[in-house]
């Protein structure tokens, strides 16, 4: 079973014994409805459970838009945004975007909108934060002034999996991403390794969704991505658009296996600029909670995603057994994504394609392979495989 496939944006094909594939039982996968620039258009107009947006504005208003800015296809997306916002009379002078922490300016490439203004968040600035309220277990929630006083706040985030939120967007692209240091610095290393459950949020979700009813109505654009840079989805609408949005991420992202693989091979695809080194991880560990320990796990992507001081304390030691421990006293940046990687080297045997020289993914405790050839060698030693597409977007768990 020949299967033709894209790493990052470069073709390959592979080939799979049949009898020994690991199917992922999931719903079936349809393709997107039309552009990102006609589903955005459409779920403006047609809100979840909400009339169009722009019967909510009046001209004049000070727009903050909260935006997530590795989100594919951004110009597109934001042109219809600012299109539907200008059919209110709102003008782009009038709107602020705000990105998160670290966020390059790149992401303004392509857009064909001026006028508006744009602020990465600062949260160790004290003036750009304002209080918004104390929630019932006590926390002074501290928010980016520009969502506290703007007059209307829209959410513009993709939805996905995420191992300290449960999943992203909505609520959680507002908290903790937009609130002070100490808050930040409070949840940066939580990491939960178990599937996220719909049915019963997290701490920090939950802690999220509670802010965003002090906050008042912000209005979320949840973005469900497809394959490689495509969109496969668009919901807008009020804060309980929310679940709707989870409901539409799991049937396009989510599903099981049934029997652990011996090898799994986790792909990466779409434009190598957006990936990051926790995308890395995150496809690691979809394929290790369904891998045998002891397995395989080659992880293949065109990307070499900037490592930052975890990255390298996890090459300055001689293996993962003790990266949890040094992790969580020193705290980097990347605290998350290391943590995951770890987990999924310390039993499992990892393999890594990608950009990085070779001696950096020997130090990042896995085998440096660059070609079809030699990931085919790999899946032909034997054994059961599984074939993972995007699996730094799918949430696979046993069953």
Known sequence: MTTPLFVGRVPWSLTFPERLSVPINRAAITPPTGTAAELMRAALEKPFGFEPLRRALTPGDRITVVLDPLLPQLPALLGELF??????????ETVSILTPPGTAASWIEGLTVTGFRSEVHDPADAKNLGYLASTVAGRRVYLNRAIIDGDFVIVLAGRGYDPRLGYTGAETALFPAFSNVEVRDEFAGQVVLSAPNAAEPGPIQAEAIEIVKLLGLPFFIQVIEGEGDAIQDVIAGLPDSSSEGIRRQDARWRGTVTDDADT???????????????????????????VRKGGRIAVLTEA???????ARLLRAIDGPEDAKKLLGRLKPSDWVGCRLWAFAAKSRSLFLASGYPHEVVEELFATSIRTPNEVQRLIDSGGSVLFIPDAHKTMLTPG
């Open 83 to 92: 299109a539907h916002l200008a059919s209110a009379g709102v003008s782009s």
């Open 304 to 310: 070499s995603p900037e490592l930052g001081d975890g």
């Open 264 to 290: 799994a091979i986790a792909v990466i695809s779409g434009d190598p600029s957006r990936v990051t080194f926790l995308d890395l991880a995150k496809a690691a560990l979809c394929a290790a909670r369904v």
